[in-house]
């Protein structure tokens, strides 16, 4: 299973030690959206630093197809959690159902919860797919 995270609060990350106070503070000037993912360990490693919300949407996309089982032939669910960011939860919805057309249903949209929510912060937008075994 591949959990892929974008976030567009990184000030909320540096609040957290997730990042230093610096790059959280020229993260946010720049509007730079970490993409993130859930290691063996359950540890958030960054895997990519996009420029605006619309790139890091393409680049969520980009991710899944890299990593999805079968890659665009994808055909098992697909899920997203979102935190106080529908909109952008459905902007993703949308581009991966467009673009994997052999899924198993629709894309499913959850809210993430209150607990998760109070570490990631407002903007959250999480992707779950079944994908290739994860090396790290």
Not at 24 to 33: A, E, N, Q, R
Request: positive net charge.
């Amino acid at each position: 299973l591949y959990i892929i995270h974008l976030v567009q609060g990184n000030l909320r990350l540096s609040r957290h030690g997730r990042v230093t106070k610096t790059a959280g503070f020229v993260g946010t000037m720049l509007s730079i959206c970490p993409l993130l993912h859930v290691n063996y360990e359950g540890k958030l490693i960054p895997v990519q630093k996009v420029r605006t919300k619309k790139k890091v949407i393409e680049a969520i996309e980009k991710k899944m197809e890299e990593l999805a089982e079968d890659g665009l032939e994808y055909h098992e669910k697909c899920y997203i959690s979102h935190s106080a960011c529908e909109k952008d939860a459905e902007a993703v919805a949308k581009l991966i159902e467009s673009r994997f057309s052999h899924l198993n249903g629709r894309v499913l949209i959850n809210s993430i919860g209150t607990t998760i929510g109070s570490h990631t912060g407002p903007g959250t937008v999480a992707l779950f797919f079944w994908g290739e075994e994860r090396k790290s």
